[in-house]
T-cell receptor
Framework: EAGVTQFPSHSVIEKGQTVTLRCDPI?????LYWYRRVMGKEIKFLLH????????ESGMPNNRFLAERTGGTYSTLKVQPAELEDSGVYFC??????????FGPGTRLLVL | GQQLNQSPQSMFIQEGEDVSMNCTSS?????WLWYKQDPGEGPVLLIA?????ELTSNGRLTAQFGITRKDSFLNISASIPSDVGIYFC????????????FGAGTQVVVTP
């Protein structure tokens, strides 16, 4: 069984540009989470989908971040326009019910 | 929000030594989790704790859910080179609907 996959693995963009990150959860997992780790700090929760609905988006930093999960399968996280402080590693995780969360390898975003 | 403090920030140890790290919170958690992240990968769950006072082992790893529900520790016995990585504690607050709160991580380096 395939694990959580994320694309791209790395992205380097200039301030003001747009970047879209993609997450494919484990097949059959209704719960999908986005987290972010800024250099040296803790991994912070961004939001939680249950199927296609946003269950909790309390961790989204501001309105430059837009997450979608149309059809309840894969999810995208768009940052527009990107700022320097958006740099970090963006992790996606999925779970069946509210059990163990399985993490993807992350997307390393660098905004210059 | 809850503060989750993880210490130490980093550890340099010799192969064969034991490792101990801990996390404390300003408020209670219903679940404590310990994850390990290898370079270029996402966090992988090592141990999950669900009840105050619970002591659980997974091979050379032992973790405990503090009796106050505000702390947890992880011990690694007889460290080996592949124990290198970043170890994160994570807690699930009451009524969090799956949202995890992470510590800042403990970087473990094992020298031969």
């Amino acid at each position: 069984e395939a694990g959580v996959t994320q694309f791209p693995s790395h992205s380097v963009i200039e301030k003001g540009q747009t970047v879209t990150l993609r997450c494919d959860p484990i097949s059959g997992h209704d719960n999908l989470y986005w987290y972010r780790r800024v250099m040296g700090k803790e991994i912070k929760f961004l939001l939680h989908f249950v199927k296609e609905s946003k269950q909790d988006e309390s961790g989204m930093p501001n309105n430059r971040f837009l997450a979608e999960r149309t059809g309840g399968t894969y999810s995208t996280l768009k940052v527009q326009p990107a700022e320097l402080e958006d740099s970090g590693v963006y992790f996606c995780a999925s779970s069946q019910d509210l059990g163990t969360q399985y993490f993807g390898p992350g997307t390393r975003l660098l905004v210059l | 929000g809850q503060q989750l403090n993880q210490s130490p920030q980093s550890m340099f140890i010799q192969e064969g030594e034991d490792v101990s790290m801990n996390c404390t919170s300003s408020s209670i958690f219903n679940t404590w989790l310990w994850y390990k992240q290898d370079p270029g990968e996402g966090p992988v769950l090592l141990i999950a704790l669900y009840k105050a006072g619970e002591l659980t082992s997974n091979g050379r790893l032992t973790a405990q859910f503090g009796i106050t529900r505000k702390d947890s520790f992880l011990n690694i016995s007889a460290s080996i080179p592949s124990d290198v990585g970043i170890y994160f504690c994570a807690g699930q607050p009451p009524d969090s609907w799956g949202k995890l709160q992470f510590g800042a991580g403990t970087q473990v380096v094992v020298t031969p």
